[in-house]
Structures are given as C-alpha cells and as structure tokens.
C-alpha cells in the first residue's frame, strides 16, 4: 500500500477519502472536537451506571435478554461476553480494502459522541488500522439489522488481544498482532462492547468501494460502447442533445455528450445513413440505458454518503438532552434498497454490452463484418466462445440481482423480528460489478477485432486512442487463425479495473462526465 496525506475525521468523510484509507493506506486521525464529544458522552455513560438507571446494553442483557438486568460489578464482564460469542462469522475473509474501509467508518460513527465509548478504546482501533493491523472478518454471518454484529465482533476481537489478524503480511493471533505492532489491548467496559458492533459499517464499507468502482466502470462502459459503435458504423442522429433535452434525466443527457465527444471526428459512424433508418435498440438506446444506471447510481451514493456519516449505534447517547434512547439507526434497510437497486443498476450495463457484443458477432447484424470475427469460419471459431462466456455472466448476474432486500428471517426469539439482508445485498452487488467488468472486456476486446475488418483512419481521435492502447496490450487473431482467449480477456479485464484506459481517452477529448 502506497501512503498518502492523512485523513482527518472532523465534519464528515468524503468517498476518495474513504478509499485512499482504505486501498492506498493513508493514516487517518480524529479532531479534537469530536474526541471532546466522545469524552462527555463518556462521562454520562459512567453517571448514568453510578445512578442504578436501567439502559438497555449497559446494565441489561441483549436482544431478547433486554430485560434481564445486569449488576454493577458485572457490566465490564458483559461487554466481553458480547464479542465472544457474537463473533460468529463464517465462509471467506473480507477483502482487506473492506476491514479497512469499515474500520474508519466505525471510528467516524463512534467520533460523533452519541455511543458512549471511551477515548483510549476508540484511538485503540485508529491505531490499528494506522499501524496495519487488520482483523481477519468472514464474510459471512451478517443479518444487517442490529448492525453487522457479527462481522465487527471479529474486529473487536482483536481489539481485545483475541482472534485473529493479518499484520505485515502474515496471518497470526490477535494478541500477537497487537503485540507486535507495539499496540495495548483494551479491556471493554461498560457499552463500549455493544457500541463497537451495533452498526452498518461492514455492509456500508462493501458498498463504498462498490459505488466508487461503478462511477468508474459507467465512464469505461461509454467508453467501449462508442468503440463498438465504430464497428457498427452507428447512426449518432440517436445522440442528438435535442433528444435529450424533451425527456430531462440528467444520465441520458451526460451519456448522449459522452458519445458525441467520443465519436467527434469519425468517419466511420455518420449522423444519418441511406442504407438504414435507425440501429437497434443496443446501439440507438445507450443513452438511455447508460444513463438510468447513472442515475441509479447518484442515488446510492447519496445514500451512501448519509449512512457513512450517520450513528447506527443502539442505544443512543445524548448527553446535553440527558436522554438514552433505545431505537433501530442499526437497522441496515436504506442500505440493503440501495445495493438491490445498485445490482439491477449496475447488472443492465451487461445487458446491453451483451447484445453488442451479438451484433458484432452476427454477420447478418454487423455490416460486413465476417462471423465470430474471423475470415475462416469452420476451421476457426474466431470470437464465437468469448460471447458465450459474456452470455453466461449476463445470465449469472439475474440471479444476483434478486433483491435481498425483500427476505426477512426473524431472530432473538422474535425480538429482531424484522432483518434487512444489507450485508447480503452489498456483497452480491460485488459479484454483479466483477461479471460487468468482464463482460465489457469482452465487448472491448470484440469491437477491437471487428475494427481491423474496417478503415481504422475514419475512426475518431479518441477512440483512435482506445484502439490503439488495446492493441499495446492485446493482439488481434492473426490472419484469422485461433488463439487462446482467457489470457487476453484477462488483459482487456485489466484494462477496464485500472485508469488507463480512461486517462488515454481524457488525454484526446478532455474529462468524461
């Protein structure tokens, strides 16, 4: 991890600060005035205990056990029970990008004051992940309401000098990794257990990194598009601002700029043809297509934005009102809609690039372009497998894009009676985003073939530049013959993840929206 300015948490976190912390391993600290919040809210914690009141977590049980009341001399012991046995994941670890980027996340909610923990217990998880020492999380095991308990007990663990973490690029025991990064174990007290874990950190963290690759991914799927539409020798009357400004989603409209700038100075698209009216819905319709899923997208970054800097911890603290409030800010719904909306979103991308993708391979469909891209039709199968694989990633993500959001599985013997399945719908948003990411290299790697069955001179400054940087990576059949596919998809694939392809096309045309 490359390291970058440090990250202050003070009026709010941003994206790109978010994933400069959690993928380039840039340091973060909390300001002052919300240590001073953490510290009061602290104070009344402890005067709140010393009174006998009865708060829920605090001097009682959880869940279904709210009721039962817990003795003074036991409360500490009752925040270490709490981690122990919530942390309960199971399947593959998170990413450490995710661990990272739900860490800050907690910090920054636990820094707004209104959850009761001590100072020297939150400045504990800021150095941990200052000092790189990252908890191993399952997956798997989250309800997303109550927060993500039982992922963040696995960070919490470690916290405690117990479980397990990754440091310095080894695998060890929790106590050995705080050991060795020179880092003092806590021992809980009273609500600081239930504040460590009662959030939706882990499923906003997943979701994060999500929507930040998306709005990348949405620009490359202009990108390609634009490509293919050269190799379709497209109508771009279709594109037309006019178009646009009678029907005023804002996606469409930036789409239908990205296309025009993208495709200014071809010859090999025209606005109108003698030979044909319109093109097929995959070509005519890309702003429309394109742009919902931007639109879509906004909306689960503004979402995002509001779960990132909210309190999801239960029972809320406000120590100027002297009130404790038992309520539901950990329940994961806002979440859980938005990535099901996100998937549906993001998944479309891969429907349209699919039926592209056909159109170049169909020589019925793709004017003059041999089948499967390949002069020797028979002896050679050309492009012909490389659909099927988009084809069946397509299929895949229809099944991902089933809504988690509308299951619901009571638990704590129906007093969590209503779940939301967030964690559920970010992590299946990921799988969505890897197939659309792949699909689109196959679309990439497909109108690159298919130009060098035209007059790749017409073809526009920058997607002149595209073509060009595909070829530096990937090189096209020779002479018609076969060649081995995965490689170069796993090429294109890359291409797509990283910002060069982006950064070459900026380079000619200026920046996309």
Do not use: W
Not at 50 to 73: C, D, L, M
Not at 434 to 445: F, G, K, P, T
Not at 451 to 466: F, G, N, W
Request: charge should be negative; hydrophobic fraction near 45%; aromatic fraction near 4%.
């Amino acid at each position: 991890m490359k390291h970058d300015s440090t990250v202050l948490i003070n009026e709010g976190l941003y994206l790109e600060e978010i994933v400069r912390v959690a993928r380039d391993g840039a340091k973060f600290q909390i300001s002052d005035a919300r240590l001073e919040a953490v510290r009061k809210c602290s104070a009344y914690v402890e005067e709140i205990i010393s009174s006998g009141a009865i708060v829920y977590g605090v001097t009682t049980g959880f869940g279904v056990f709210a009721n039962t009341k817990i003795s003074r001399q036991d409360t500490d012991f009752l925040q270490q029970n709490l981690i122990r046995s919530h942390a309960c994941g199971m399947g593959r670890a998170l990413p450490t990008e995710v661990v990272r980027a739900a860490m800050l996340m907690r910090c920054n909610s636990l820094a707004f004051g209104k959850s009761g923990i001590r100072e020297r217990t939150l400045l504990t998880l800021v150095e941990m992940l200052n000092k790189g020492v990252h908890p191993i999380v399952p997956e798997k095991g989250s309800l997303g309401a109550s927060g993500d308990l039982a992922p963040l007990a696995h960070i919490v663990l470690v916290m405690m000098g117990e479980g397990e973490a990754e440091f310095q690029g080894e695998i060890m025991s929790g106590a050995e990794a705080m050991a060795r990064a020179n880092i003092p174990v806590v021992r809980l007290k009273q609500k600081e257990g239930l504040a460590l874990i009662n959030g939706t950190q882990i499923m906003t963290a997943i979701s994060a990194l999500a929507i930040h690759d998306a709005i990348h991914l949405i620009k490359m799927a202009d990108i390609v598009a634009a490509l293919s539409a050269e190799a379709l020798c497209a109508i771009t009357k279709a594109f037309d601002p006019l178009v646009s400004s009678v029907r005023s989603h804002k996606g469409q409209a930036a789409c239908a700029r990205n296309l025009m700038r993208l495709l200014e100075g071809s010859s090999l698209v025209e606005r109108e043809k003698e030979t044909r009216v319109q093109d097929a819905y995959s070509l005519r319709c890309i702003p429309q297509v394109h742009g919902a899923s931007r639109d879509a997208l906004n909306y689960v970054l503004d979402t995002l934005l509001v779960e990132i800097n909210s309190v999801t911890d239960n029972p809320l603290i406000f120590p100027d009102e002297e009130e404790v409030i038992s309520a539901g800010n950990f329940h994961g719904q806002p979440i859980a809609l938005a990535m099901d909306f996100y998937g549906i979103a993001v998944a479309e991308l891969a429907n349209i690039s699919e039926r592209r993708i056909e159109r170049m391979m169909n020589a019925s469909l793709s004017y003059g372009l041999p089948g499967f891209l390949t002069e020797k039709g028979g002896l050679c199968s050309g492009f012909m497998i490389a659909q099927y694989s988009a084809a069946s990633m397509v299929s895949e993500n229809k099944i991902y894009a089933h809504p988690a959001s509308v299951d619901s599985i009571p638990t704590s013997a129906n007093q969590e009676d209503h779940v939301s399945m967030g964690t559920t719908a970010a992590r299946k948003a990921l799988q969505i985003l890897e197939n659309v990411r792949n699909v689109l290299a196959i679309e990439l790697m497909s109108a690159a073939q298919a130009l060098e069955y035209r007059d790749k001179a017409k073809l526009s400054p920058a997607c002149r530049a595209v073509y060009d940087l595909v070829r530096k990576r990937i090189s096209p059949l020779s002479h018609g013959n076969d060649m081995i596919m995965y490689s170069e998809m796993a090429k294109a694939e890359q291409l797509l993840r990283s910002s060069e392809l982006l950064k070459a096309t900026e380079a000619v045309i200026g920046e996309l929206e």
